[in-house]
């Protein structure tokens, strides 16, 4: 009984041997003649796709999770380039309107006549509203040595003369306006000629100007000096058109004014250098580049731009004892 038993252990070990070591030789053999590689293949072809169907439900949360969350990142960041965009554009804008300004301020700067004058730059606070009366108000007044009859231009020519001053505000009269006269000289011809608004910012009129007048389309007009207001040599309009009508007594001929009489926000008020009226800067205001000039100064300055946009067209109405009232100033008295 006992050696049967015997006999059934060692058979139990001797086949769990055998076992091991033909395991063992067939991974060696495997692994150097790749004997089952044909078995791998086979059995591969039948679990691969089950193993694909096993894992399909994982992938396909895992690529709707990111495109969930790749859409909402996109949407941020769209939004954000969007606000990004809105805001450039906004200080471009801004940017746009200073470099505008800047070049007005130059060119008006840069403005020159043949007199020696001081000049200073004045800022259009108010418009009058009544469609007959061609005045604006500037906010530039006796405080800053502002007179009636002051001549006015901007950087493209003449824009008219101070007819009232206040105490921080002064109304200048723009060429254009009907009650406005100006003497003027053709520039090639030499021809004077006397130019009276009517009431177009784009026109004005050359009175009694006879049919033999040798006035010719795009000549240009300009300041004579006659009457003692505007200096000489200033350019105030162009000739736009010339009508020879022999039924009338004198030719009627248009000028096209070289300022925008309709734009305008920036002007310089002139001063003669040699007359007792002399500009008044305020205590923020510094020197203007003439000034400078005359004084020997080694600095040039800028010309001031006073922002006091609070001043309002009523300021004009305070003028000091003695100023005239704005229709008795028609141009140089012409």
């Not at 205001?285 to 001043?311: M, Q």
Request: hydrophobic residues 40%.
């Amino acid at each position: 009984m006992s050696s049967t038993l015997f006999i059934q252990r060692v058979s139990l070990r001797t086949r769990l041997t055998l076992a091991l070591l033909l395991a063992f030789l067939l991974i060696f053999a495997d692994h150097q003649l790749e004997i089952m590689q044909p078995v791998r293949g086979a059995l591969n072809s039948v679990v691969s796709p089950v193993q694909y169907l096993a894992v399909m439900p994982e992938q396909g949360l895992d690529n709707f999770i990111n495109q969930v969350q790749s859409r909402r990142r996109l949407v941020r960041e769209n939004q954000q380039l969007k606000e990004d965009v809105l805001s450039l554009q906004g200080q471009m804008q801004r940017y746009q309107f200073l470099v505008r300004e800047n070049e007005r301020l130059r060119g008006l700067l840069a403005s020159e006549s043949r007199e020696e004058r001081m000049r200073m730059v004045a800022e259009v606070i108010a418009v009058d509203s009544d469609p007959f009366s061609h005045q604006v108000v500037v906010n530039k007044g006796t405080r800053n040595g502002v007179y009636i009859g002051q001549p006015v231009i901007d950087a493209e020519g003449v824009i008219g003369q101070v007819v009232d001053v206040g105490l921080t505000t002064a109304r200048v009269i723009l060429v254009s306006d009907q009650s406005h006269a100006i003497p003027l000289r053709a520039e090639a011809s030499g021809i004077r000629v006397i130019a009276q608004g009517v009431g177009d910012t784009n026109s004005i009129e050359l009175m009694h100007v006879p049919h033999s007048t040798e006035l010719s389309e795009g000549d240009l007009l300009m300041t004579s000096g006659l009457g003692g207001v505007f200096p000489e040599g200033y350019p105030v309009a162009r000739i736009s058109n010339i009508l020879r009508d022999e039924s009338l007594p004198f030719a009627q001929v248009q000028a096209t004014p070289v300022a925008n009489l309709d734009r305008i926000r920036m002007l310089l008020l002139l001063w003669d250098s040699n007359s007792e009226l002399q500009p008044i800067r305020t205590e923020n205001e510094p020197p203007s580049a003439d000034e400078s000039g005359n004084e020997g100064a080694n600095e040039s300055g800028n010309e001031s731009v006073d922002k006091s946009a609070n001043e309002s067209m009523e300021e004009s109405a305070d003028s000091e004892p003695g100023t005239a009232e704005p229709e008795t100033t028609q141009g140089e008295g012409v």
